[in-house]
């Protein structure tokens, strides 16, 4: 694997050029050709300098690149590393034997009863009609609770015997309930598939996605919707070596070329994500790099560090407005004051300020950080 080498120290405008280096590094790999990735280093004229990585995914996951990274911290500290004491080869080998088994029947009969009956596609109010063929141009807007709120909904999940991440999972169906008037949802959860301790070293392409279906009805509390949600989390990654696609196939879901099968919006969420870390004398910090591509419909990427939940909403560009996203999270801040004001509020009692027939979009009043 070579290192593509970039000197900007003599360039007055290296911020520009360090964005513009990378937009033309990230380009396709061709899967018949190894090594599936490749990287560089920007020399700039500052005291730093930027590494960049291009991985293809089949390779690699979020958690793989969190190793990757402090390996190299570890090396360029001249640590030594652990041996591992597997090898992505054999995970790959334990899957095969596994999908073979009679135990992945009794995964699948779980994933089918889940989705008995009729599976309505969320309809969500969108600034233009939704094209036949989906297309992956996309845009993302940044939003913070607050350290008050991120203070309220952790005492909020401490006593309902909850994870933060369940908590905002609920959230987020109610989110997307009132904003669609639907009380069937499925949203995309991420599984990091690593079920053994000696799986926690490797590098390579171990996550999953789950298709997490719950009943915002509004005649439910949040309180004991909270709880529905919580169980079906649970049962849910018990389950999680039935893969997506063989259920997508099982349920005969006709292909849209406009959507993605079985849901829409995917939600991650990352506890104490710190971005930046010091390792003996030097410190590394990630390189913010805005990538236009929308994977799905909305992609909410959220993360809790230093007592404030910030959230990154990736959108669809072929379907909405940048001020309909940042309208989305304005109705989210006013859920968590809902909730964590009153944790036996009725669903259909939470109020928000939103009109979904209102397309100029007039912003409220709000003290929330964009």
């Known amino acids: 694997m070579e290192l593509e080498y970039y000197d900007l120290s003599r360039d007055r405008e290296t911020e520009k050029e360090v964005k513009k280096i990378i937009k033309g590094f990230v380009r396709p790999f ?19 300098s930027v590494l960049i990585v291009d991985i293809h995914h089949i390779i690699t996951d979020a958690i793989s690149m969190d190793i990757l990274k402090r390996d190299f911290r570890a090396l360029y500290e001249g640590e030594d590393l652990p041996p591992l004491r ?58 913070e609770l607050g350290e008050e709120r991120t203070a309220a909904l952790k005492n909020l999940a401490f006593e309902l015997d909850a994870t933060l991440f369940m908590v905002l999972t609920g959230l987020l169906y109610v989110l997307l309930s009132n ?3 639907q009380e069937d949802i499925v949203v995309g959860i991420p599984v990091a598939g690593r079920r053994h301790t000696d799986l926690d070293q490797v590098i390579g392409f171990l996550v999953g996605t789950l298709a997490l279906r719950c009943y915002p009805r509004g005649d439910k509390t949040f309180r004991e919707f909270l709880a529905e949600v919580k169980e079906k989390t649970l049962s849910a990654y018990e389950n999680q070596d039935y893969q997506l696609d063989d259920l997508v196939a099982k349920l005969g879901i006709p292909r849209d070329p406009g959507r993605n099968p079985l849901f829409d919006v995917m939600f991650v969420f990352r506890e104490n994500g710190a971005e930046t870390e010091t390792r003996g004398t030097h410190t590394s910090e990630t390189y913010e790099f805005e990538n236009k591509i929308a994977r799905y419909d909305l992609g909410f990427a959220g993360k809790e560090e230093n007592g404030n939940i910030s959230f990154m909403c990736e959108y669809s560009t072929a379907l909405f407005k940048e001020e309909r996203i940042e309208r989305f999270f304005v109705y989210l801040a006013e859920i968590v004051d809902a909730v964590t004001t009153n944790i036996d ?26």
């Open 30 to 48: 061709d899967l018949e050709r190894a090594p599936l990735m490749r990287t560089g280093l920007i020399k700039t004229g500052g005291p730093g």
């Open 86 to 143: 597997i090898q992505y080869k054999e995970f790959t080998l334990w899957q095969r034997d596994l999908m073979r088994s009679g135990e992945m029947k009794a995964r699948e009969e779980y994933w089918l009863k889940i989705f008995e009956g009729d599976i309505l596609a969320l309809d969500l109010p969108a600034d233009f009609e939704r094209p036949a063929v989906r297309g992956i141009e996309g845009s993302a807007v940044f939003f």
């Open 179 to 181: 904003l669609s008037r």
């Open 345 to 370: 509020v009725k669903l259909e009692n939470i109020e928000i300020s939103h009109d979904l027939y209102d397309r100029k979009l007039v912003m409220p009043q709000t003290d929330f950080a964009f």
